[in-house]
């Protein structure tokens, strides 16, 4: 079935730092949508690509138009409150179902 | 706009008895997704509703699982003869399933289940 592999699997940052997640594909995939679960397990989306990038803040997010076999997650300038685990989910071309990845347990530090 | 509204939040049930998990999507949302979270396998899809119809049940454990959607406000999930391993936290997600950016997956709260 349709894989996703996400990296890094934890990540520290020290506060008004960049940094980036990825997200992996092994095969083709339709869209992509970033969430973020806070601590009492809420999952908030953050972003839904079907191609190109899209910016909110400071989160920007980019999915490969090309193949279609990766997106990342650009964080800019973190915050204490950018704090949590955060999931890519990909849609494949034959179902409408959304596949995840292991998630990245960020941690914002001052 | 209440969001997906998931109940009960928790459930603890013992080894051997039934767990019915009740999940309200968002008003005018055609798609119903079921997801299982755990530390070990992570997220899961477990089935998915289009129009109350049944479309994909392709990650429920074939014994013991069944959901339903009776209407298009409420989908159950039901857990026979619960298992200590169907601890977990189960997600329910609606969408509006008509294509692009209408793709986008809202997620409840959870109902986090305990087998003793």
């Known amino acids: 079935g349709d894989q996703v592999e996400q990296s890094p699997s934890a990540l520290s940052l020290h506060e008004g730092t960049d940094s980036a997640l990825r997200c992996n594909f092994t095969?083709?995939?339709?869209?992509v949508q970033w969430f973020r679960q806070n601590s009492r397990g809420s999952l908030i989306s953050l972003f839904y690509?079907?191609?190109?990038t899209k910016e909110n803040g400071r989160l920007k997010s980019a999915f490969d138009s090309k193949e279609r076999r990766y997106s990342t997650l650009h964080i800019r300038d973190a915050q204490l409150e950018d704090s949590g685990t955060y999931f890519c989910?990909?849609?494949?071309?034959?179902?409408?179902?959304?596949?995840f990845g292991q998630g990245t347990v960020l941690s914002v530090i001052p | 706009n209440a969001g997906v509204i998931q109940t009960p939040r928790h459930k603890v049930t013992g080894k051997g008895q039934e767990a019915t998990l009740w999940c309200e999507p968002i008003?005018?949302?055609?798609?119903v997704f079921w997801y299982r979270q755990t530390i070990v396998q992570g997220l899961e899809f477990l089935t998915y509703?289009?129009?109350?119809?049944?479309?994909?049940d392709s990650g429920m454990p074939k014994e013991r699982f069944s959901a339903q959607m009776p209407n298009q406000s409420h989908s159950t999930l039901k857990i026979q003869s619960t298992q200590p391993q169907d601890s977990a936290v189960y997600l329910c997600?609606?969408?509006?399933?008509?294509?692009?950016?209408?793709?986008?997956?809202?997620f409840g709260s959870g109902t986090r289940l305990t087998v003793l």
């Open positions: 989910a990909a849609r494949g071309g034959g179902n409408n179902k959304l596949t």
């Open positions: 509703f289009r129009n109350q119809a049944p479309i994909d």
């Open positions: 095969t083709t995939m339709r869209s």
């Open positions: 690509l079907a191609s190109g």
């Open positions: 008003s005018g949302h055609s798609a």
């Open positions: 997600a609606s969408s509006l399933d008509l294509g692009g950016c209408a793709e986008t997956l809202y």
